[in-house]
């Protein structure tokens, strides 16, 4: 590696850090950390305020508190925006400030930019380097990636499993498969996703809280959103927490009229909201329910589970993102209940994959995670979605 290209690289790591630095705080815009060095020296960091406010680039500029000295270098992680937005484009703040080289991480994929930010910033006579740490850049949005590429929002889960896909003993002992570094690292993706969801079943046997409790933090909780067609959930005696506790106003319970309206009146007295959606069945339409998301501006879901749930978004092809840990354990029981199922594949080519994978390690226990491909022909085992 040359020492420019190493120096780079050097600078953008710390240029993630900041963009790491404000992690879910900007939906729908993405997390972008910016840095100006002068002489070999950073001078001034900025990153993304909330959404609606100035832009990495800009807070680094205003940190910085003067004009950059001559031969000073932007580094930004994410292509400098040079459309007006409701900020003003950062193509023009750079110029004005008369940056002559700015070296950029991802390329900004909002159709509205997608490289025209390199251009006019060449185009003007600054020196532009593409493409430093460009794989972790775009990693680090890829909630706004999603969003500003198909108006919706990503829709993740998360599974936990052992290493032969088992979600629990032939008993149901579930707690804990994977460990403790493993948990930690899910309320770090909670935190990130503006809202969590999870099935009835899940919230009426474990009870969850799906509240963000992360070290050195105050409690923060995400959109909560239940699914539950038939409203199993709303229950007299011991009513689960997302119902009761602090944060129920971030509850949604996501339904059918099939959940009944009395119910449907019981949760919205609590303050708790109900989304209901038209079916013929029990089941929430999961492309209706996405459509409703992108319209109230919710840009990624984070599902939780259970393993009903997921095996239902995966037939209807609507997950679009995976979070599988799993744990150096087997079980190796036929009995014990894998983590997804309703497939009969009988070629390998009808398997579902996962693109641009990412893996992490957690003490022993392995992350992998990335984009969900669908085969182009799926067979479906309809036996394990019959409606009970
Ligand atoms: C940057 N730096 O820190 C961010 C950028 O409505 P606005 O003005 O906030 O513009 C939003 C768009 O700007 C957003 O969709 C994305 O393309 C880009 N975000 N650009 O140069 C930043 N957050
Ligand atoms: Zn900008």
Redesign the pocket.
């Known amino acids: 590696m040359s020492a420019d290209k190493s120096e780079h690289v050097w600078f953008m790591r710390r240029a993630l850090e900041l963009a790491r630095g404000v992690w879910g705080t900007?939906h729908p815009?993405?997390?972008?950390g910016?840095l100006v060095v002068e002489s070999g020296e950073i001078v001034a960091e900025g990153?993304?305020a909330p959404?609606?406010g100035p832009?990495?680039?800009k807070a680094a500029l205003a940190a910085l508190g003067r004009a950059p000295r001559p031969g000073a270098v932007l580094y930004?992680t994410?292509?400098?925006?040079c459309t007006?937005?409701?900020?003003?484009a950062?193509t023009e703040s750079i110029l004005a400030a008369g940056i002559s080289k700015v070296v950029i991480g991802a390329t900004?994929p909002?159709p509205?930019?997608a490289g025209r930010?390199f251009e006019v910033l060449r185009e003007r006579g600054v020196e532009v380097v593409t493409g430093v740490l460009e794989r972790e850049c775009a990693d680090l949005n890829l909630i706004?990636n999603h969003w500003?590429t198909t108006g919706g929002p990503l829709i993740a889960a998360k599974v936990a499993s052992t290493l032969d896909g088992k979600l629990a003993c032939r008993t149901g002992e579930s707690r804990w498969i994977t460990n403790e570094a493993s948990r930690a690292d899910v309320h770090r993706w909670r935190r990130l996703f503006p809202a969590i969801a999870v099935g009835a079943m899940t919230v009426l046997k474990d009870n969850p809280r799906l509240t963000v409790r992360l070290p050195g933090v105050p409690e923060w909780c995400p959109w909560r959103f239940v699914f539950d067609g038939l409203l199993r959930t709303v229950v007299d005696k011991n009513p689960p927490h997302v119902f009761t506790d602090a944060f129920r106003d971030r509850t949604i319970v996501v339904t059918t009229p099939h959940g009944g309206l009395g119910y449907v009146r019981k949760l919205r007295e609590a303050g708790i909201k109900v989304w209901i959606f038209e079916s013929s069945n029990q089941r929430v339409p999961i492309a209706d329910f996405r459509r409703r998301c992108a319209e109230e501006r919710i840009p990624g879901v984070f599902i939780e589970g259970g393993a009903q749930l997921i095996s239902e978004l995966i037939r209807a092809r609507q997950l679009d993102y995976l979070f599988a840990y799993h744990a150096p354990v087997i079980l190796a029981d036929e009995k014990a209940k894998s983590i997804l199922t309703g497939m009969r594949p009988e070629r390998l080519e009808q398997g579902i994959r996962l693109a641009d994978v990412r893996h992490d390690m957690f003490e022993g226990d392995l992350l992998m995670r990335g984009r969900v491909v669908y085969p182009e022909k799926m067979l479906i085992d309809e036996s394990v979605f019959a409606v009970r």
């Open positions: 900007t815009n993405p997390m972008v910016a990153a993304t959404d609606g832009h990495a680039e930004v994410m292509e400098p925006c007006e937005g409701r900020t003003g950062c900004d909002n509205a930019h930010g706004f500003v």
